[in-house]
Nanobody
Framework: VQLVESGGGLVQAGGSLRLSCAAS????????MGWFRQAPGKEREFVAL????????SYANSVKGRFTISRDNAENTVYLQMNSLKPEDTAVYYC????????????????WGQGTHITVSS
């Protein structure tokens, strides 16, 4: 599967953005799709994940209550709604597909997109 992220940009602190991750190729109900981010000079970190079929979700503590992951089966797209953005949310955001299981580890993901950049100004 190939993944293409979009929706990034510049936003003021407290603002909102919605990221999209469009998938070409089949995503099965057992697949888990995840959003990760990488800030300059830091390692890629988990943000949120969703199981494609059941819609079960999980979030990093740093975004819980502010970000919402969702998917549109018909559009083969995963979304990340980001509210109450903070300067520390500034990063390149990537989506990926988990190889197996229900994991938040970067190493368990594949088919990374090219990323979309978010800058949150204070």
């Amino acid at each position: 599967v190939q993944l293409v992220e979009s929706g990034g940009g510049l936003v003021q602190a407290g603002g909102s953005l919605r990221l999209s991750c469009a998938a070409s190729g089949r995503i099965f109900s057992s697949h888990v799709m995840g959003w990760f981010r990488q800030a300059p000079g830091k390692e890629r970190e988990f943000v949120a994940l969703i199981r494609w079929g059941a819609g079960t979700t999980s979030y990093a503590n740093s975004v819980k209550g502010r970000f919402t992951i969702s998917r549109d089966n018909a559009e083969n797209t995963v979304y990340l709604q980001m509210n109450s953005l903070k300067p520390e949310d500034t990063a390149v955001y990537y989506c990926g597909r988990c190889r197996s299981g229900y994991s938040s580890r970067v190493l368990d993901y594949e088919s990374w997109g090219q990323g979309t950049h978010i800058t949150v100004s204070s």
